[in-house]
């Protein structure tokens, strides 16, 4: 069964949304040595390590400016 992959990503997602509203920051981390997380982090071998979350206060707590593109410009509607 392989709901795990989209049940993780929609609790990480609103983890990190509810760790935003505390003033928390975070970072998802997809790409990581499975049997490294493991012996690091005291995982018990039955358990698959799917994805990591770091959590925790910003040295800087300052918002950070985004440069975005203007949304006309990435948003097309009915046609390309």
């Known amino acids: ?38 012996t690091v982090l005291g995982i018990p071998e039955n358990v698959e390590v799917v994805e990591l979350l770091a959590l925790g206060y910003p040295a800087d707590p300052s918002p950070v400016e985004k440069s975005r593109l203007p949304f006309e410009t990435v948003v097309h509607w009915d046609r390309w």
């Open 1 to 38: 069964h392989l709901a795990f992959l989209v049940d993780v990503p929609i609790a990480i997602d609103h983890i990190t949304l509810a760790a935003a509203a505390e003033g928390l920051g975070t970072c998802w981390i997809g790409s990581f040595d499975p049997a490294g997380a493991r």
